[in-house]
C-alpha cells in the first residue's frame, strides 16, 4: 500500500527528531567526559588503581573537572593514569597537588580526586606528572582487621584471667575486695593520709605567713635589712667584743689576787690571817679619827 505524503511526512518528522536526540545525546555525553572542550593532559603513577577504568570522573576539591582517559601498566607495581583537565581549571592546580584514587560514594565508580597543595609552588603545565598517594588496600584492610581480632581475643583471655583471679581472692586486688579487714584497713590508712595532708597543708600555709611576715620593718629581720640600724648592730658587737676583752683581764686579775690570798701572799692575806695587824689598823683609824676632830676644833 502505497504511503500518502501525511505519513511521509510524519515518518520524517519522526526521524528528524530522533537525530536531534542522539545529537544532544552525544554531545551532553561528550561534555561531561570534556570530550569536546578544551582540555589537557595531566599524568599520576599509582602502585594500585583499585579497578579504576577509562572514562571515569576526575574531581579537584570535589569538583568534576575532567575524566581518565588512558591507563598504561609500567611495571608490576608501576602504573600511570593519563587524565584529560579543563584548561580553566589549570591555573589553579599546584605543583605540590596529590592524586588519590577514591569511591564515587559507598559504592559507586572509582575516580580520582586531586587535592589542593598547601605551599606556593606554580601551577602545572600540560603534561607535567603530579604526586600521588596510594589507596589502602581492601585486603591490608582484612590482613590488619584479622591481626587486630586476634590481639583482642588474646587481650579478653588475659582479661578473663585477672577477673577470675579477683574473683577468687587471689592476688593483692583480690585480696583488697574480698577481705573486710583489709579493706577497713585501707580505708583507716586513707583517713589518716587525709589528715595528716590536711595537717601539711596548714603547716605550709603558716611557714607562707611567715615567710611573707619577714619583709615587714616591723620585725626583727625586717629591721635588720635597715642598712642604719645594721650598722649599729655592728657596733653594738664590736663594743661588745672591746667589753669582753676587758672583762677577761679583769678576771684575770682576780685570779691572780685569789691565787695569791690561798698562796699566803698580799695584804689581803695579812689582814684575812694576822689578827693584831688588824687591831693595829683599827687603832690607827680611831686615833686619826680623834686628830681629825680635834683639828677641826682647834680651827
Not at 63 to 69: E, F, K
Not at 161 to 181: E, M, V
Not at 209 to 228: E, F, P, Q, Y
Amino acid at each position: 500500500m502505497e504511503k500518502t505524503a501525511s505519513q511521509k511526512i510524519r515518518l520524517g518528522f519522526f526521524v528528524i527528531i530522533g537525530l536531534l536526540v542522539f545529537i544532544l545525546a552525544v554531545y551532553f555525553i561528550g561534555d561531561k567526559q570534556k570530550m569536546f572542550g578544551k582540555t589537557n593532559h595531566l599524568e599520576a603513577v599509582f602502585n594500585n588503581v583499585s579497578g579504576l577504568q577509562l572514562g571515569n570522573n576526575v574531581r579537584y576539591s570535589g569538583i568534576s573537572v575532567g575524566t581518565v582517559r588512558g591507563i598504561e601498566m609500567i611495571n608490576d607495581t608501576t602504573i600511570r593514569v593519563d587524565m584529560i583537565i579543563d584548561k580553566t581549571i589549570f591555573p589553579h592546580i599546584k605543583k605540590d597537588a596529590i592524586a588519590t584514587i577514591s569511591s564515587d560514594g559507598l559504592v559507586g565508580n572509582m575516580i580520582i580526586s586531586i587535592l589542593p597543595g598547601k605551599g606556593n609552588e606554580p601551577s602545572v603545565e600540560p603534561g607535567d606528572e603530579i604526586r600521588s598517594q596510594n589507596r589502602i588496600r581492601t585486603d591490608d584492610l582484612l590482613n590488619t582487621l584479622s591481626i587486630t581480632n586476634k590481639n583482642a581475643a588474646a587481650l579478653t583471655a588475659n582479661l578473663l584471667k585477672i577477673t577470675d583471679t579477683i574473683i577468687q581472692g587471689k592476688g593483692t586486688l583480690g585480696s583488697l575486695i574480698n577481705d573486710t579487714i583489709m579493706s577497713k584497713d585501707m580505708k583507716e590508712t586513707m583517713r589518716y593520709l587525709k589528715l595528716t595532708s590536711k595537717g601539711t597543708s596548714e603547716t605550709v600555709t603558716k611557714l607562707n605567713k611567715l615567710i611573707t611576715s619577714l619583709d615587714n620593718k616591723d620585725n626583727v629581720v625586717g629591721v635588720i635589712k635597715d642598712s642604719a640600724v645594721a650598722n649599729k648592730i655592728k657596733k653594738m658587737v664590736t663594743n661588745l667584743n672591746k667589753s669582753s676583752t676587758e672583762i677577761d683581764k679583769v678576771i684575770t686579775n682576780l685570779n691572780a689576787t685569789i691565787l695569791n690570798v690561798k698562796d699566803g701572799k698580799g695584804v689581803i692575806n695579812h689582814l684575812s690571817n694576822d689578827p693584831q695587824l688588824v687591831q693595829k689598823i683599827d687603832s690607827t683609824m680611831t686615833n686619826i679619827n680623834e686628830a681629825s676632830f680635834r683639828l677641826n676644833e682647834n680651827m
